[in-house]
């Protein structure tokens, strides 16, 4: 698992840690800087408290399946699946210092597609 270093502009002292991995990631309870989060559309802001409640309790953050980038990672709640890049203040990754979602869809556990004799 690689995590790189990115300054943060509001603050040149403090440094930010981007969570990248192909693999799973077991993320413990962390705290969370709520001035840190940013989301990409105005309706995933109701499902916020779900996410951070996740967060608080500690999951495991899937990488998403297709993009071809190692820092979106999905975290899935009880109702609802988050696609997630995450920035932590130290490898402990126990803080959560900015967070930017990027999806928020509905959590279908059971939902099966039947696509006929293919």
Known sequence: MAIHKKRDVSSPAAA????????PVVLPPAEIEEEGISIER????P???ELL??????????????????SLFVI???SRSFWVRLWHTDS???H?????????LPLTPKLKINLGNF
Request: some cysteine; hydrophobic content about 35%.
């Open 16 to 23: 930010r840690l981007l969570l990248e991995s192909t693999e």
């Open 42 to 45: 105005e309706e995933f802001g």
């Open 47 to 49: 499902y916020l408290s």
């Open 53 to 70: 409640d996740v967060l608080c309790q500690g999951v495991t953050a899937q990488p998403a399946p297709i993009v071809q980038s190692d």
């Open 76 to 78: 899935n709640g009880t």
């Open 92 to 94: 402990s990754r126990t």
């Open 96 to 104: 959560i210092s900015r967070m930017h979602v990027l999806s928020c």
